[in-house]
């Protein structure tokens, strides 16, 4: 047995120990278990004495004797009558060191499943690679709400009186708070014409989570799915993540063209769609289509995906209702967020199923999450009881009508070269390159400048066959103060120009 003093290769140096973050004996602790690990000091070395370790480091004995203490419990080293400590004989590091190999595996060589496989292929940052934020303060970023009139108090009383609630501590049924789902229930009513019941609806983590939720569980391998030819990408990740075969139909002023009796729509049973303000186009889906597509889902026994994202936000006169307001045959499940009409980190979103689904769903629930935070929900529970949800909404209306008057004209006035693609709400404007420059290289240029500008082509969906008029540029104005915007155009402006005489 060799009894060598160890040499003092794993004794740290004093910078470490000087680290204010840990204390000492965590430190020491540390840096020995890791010696162990990496084989510097191996079974049977004796460690040096307390007494000596301390004068060494300078650290006082009490804090080698805890760190000691713990390696000794947790079985690392072992003490011998009268020789000393040592490295324990008993451990068999060989499982923890991989072999003794110095073996590191990359995400294409460890055995994952197929949805794994095709998680792994995807490129899920692809808009956002494309264009990087190169600063936090994103002028014109898209999708945000405007923080600065954000009704904090009102939250904040909403969020104190939460933690007084009982139900926010107990147990929840995994379809989410009934208080949130009672108000959702009456808030969809009376605003998207949505008919259900509280029963119907299931609590997410948002509308991401809502429709990976529904499309896991509704679509498989090689299904053909209906898309919008531009839109979130989101959506597709989740599809080439379950291998689904993607479908796409383009967007006019009516929104999706759909016309139930084309063959690719009698390939498909499945559609995802933004009826009432396409994303990111903004056109709403006209009535006959709207019927066309319900008569299809009658017909094919199909599913119809409405995601109902930003239909908050309509200026002029009253918002379409809903497409699941007019469907009779069960066949359309609603998704709605919070991430705009509240804030984006609230993580609040909900589906609102056909009553057949819900046991399916309710199970399904069980098995990804267990449902989300009851005290967040029983806060945007009584938030919207109080009427303060309804209240915001109403503000934040009038005001990103404004801001959106402030940018529209001004861009006009100072880009001609962009045209703007009219709709009548939401947070953010699209303008249409006209000479169909480079749309992703003059974002990324305006963004180096912190204008969080997104080109329009990065949420076309079929790249092969690039559509001329998706070269453009999304402005979000909800979030920007009219300051801000003008500043923003202004530079934006100059950019441009620059952009345009390099190339
Ligand atoms: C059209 C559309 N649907 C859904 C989502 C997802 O929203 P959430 O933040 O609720 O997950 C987004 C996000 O940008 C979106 O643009």
């Given at each position: 047995m060799s009894t060598k003093?160890?040499?003092?290769?794993?004794?740290?140096?004093?910078s470490n120990l000087l680290?204010?973050?840990?204390s000492k004996y965590e430190a020491l602790y540390g840096h020995i278990k890791e010696a162990i690990f990496n084989g510097r000091l191996k079974t049977n070395d004796k460690l040096p004495s307390s007494r000596y370790l301390s004068k060494l480091l300078g650290i006082s004995r009490n804090s080698i004797l805890t760190a000691y203490e713990l390696l000794l419990s947790e079985g690392f080293i072992e003490s011998r009558q009268g020789s000393g400590t040592f490295?324990?004989?008993?451990?068999?590091?060989k499982p923890l060191l991989g072999s003794g190999t110095n073996i590191r595996f990359t995400s294409s060589s460890i055995h994952v499943s197929k949805i794994g496989q095709r998680v792994n292929a995807t490129d899920l940052l692809s808009p956002v690679k494309a264009v990087p934020?190169?600063?936090?303060?994103?002028?014109?970023?898209?999708?945000?709400?405007?923080m600065d009139c954000f009704p904090y108090k009102e939250w904040q009383s909403a969020v104190t009186k939460s933690l007084r609630n009982p139900s926010a501590f107990s147990e929840q049924p995994v379809m989410g708070v009934c208080l949130l789902r009672e108000q959702i229930q009456e808030f969809l009513l009376i605003t998207r014409g949505v008919r259900c019941h509280a029963d119907d609806i299931m609590i997410t983590s948002g509308s991401q989570q809502a429709l990976s939720i529904v499309l896991n569980l509704l679509v498989s391998d090689g299904d053909n799915v209906l898309l919008e030819?531009?839109?979130?990408k989101g959506i597709d990740a989740v599809l080439s993540s379950l291998g689904a075969v993607q479908m796409t139909l383009t967007v006019d002023e009516q929104g999706i063209c759909f016309d139930k009796l084309s063959e690719v729509c009698q390939q498909a049973k499945t559609l995802v769609l933004?009826?009432?303000?396409?994303?990111?186009?903004g056109h709403t889906l006209s009535l006959q289509r709207r019927l066309s597509i319900l008569e299809w889902a009658y017909e094919t026994q199909g599913w119809v995906i409405e995601d109902?994202?930003?239909?908050?936000?309509?200026?002029?006169?009253h918002s379409i209702a809903s497409l699941q307001g007019l469907?009779?045959?069960?066949r359309v499940i609603y998704t709605g967020t919070y991430s705009r009409t509240m804030f984006p980190g609230i993580r609040l979103g909900y589906i609102v199923l056909p009553p057949v689904l819900v046991p399916l769903f309710n199970k399904f629930k069980r098995i990804v999450?267990?449902?989300?935070s009851a005290q967040q929900q029983v806060a945007m529970g009584l938030f919207m009881q109080s009427g303060a949800y309804s209240r915001h909404l109403r503000r934040m209306r009038k005001l990103y009508k404004k801001r959106k008057a402030i940018l529209d004209p001004l861009m006009q006035q100072m880009l001609p070269m962009l045209s703007l693609i009219p709709s009548?709400?939401?947070?953010h404007s699209v303008y249409h390159f006209q000479g169909g420059q480079d749309d992703v290289a003059i974002a990324r240029e305006a963004n180096q400048y912190g204008l969080g500008v997104r080109p329009l082509?990065?949420?076309?969906?079929?790249?092969?066959?690039?559509?001329?008029?998706?070269?453009g540029l999304i402005i979000g104005?909800?979030?920007?103060?009219e300051e801000h915007i003008q500043k923003g155009v202004i530079k934006l402006r100059h950019i441009i120009d620059d952009f345009c005489k390099k190339s």
């Open positions: 003093l160890s040499n003092d290769t794993f004794i740290p140096l004093k680290d204010k973050s840990t490295v324990a004989d008993a451990v068999d590091l934020l190169e600063r936090k303060e994103s002028v014109f970023l898209p999708a945000q709400p405007a030819d531009i839109g979130f933004t009826p009432s303000r396409s994303f990111p186009l109902d994202y930003d239909s908050e936000f309509i200026f002029s006169g469907d009779s045959g069960g999450d267990g449902g989300i009548e709400g939401g947070m082509s990065s949420y076309q969906r079929n790249d092969v066959t690039k559509h001329a008029s998706y070269s104005y909800a979030g920007t103060t």
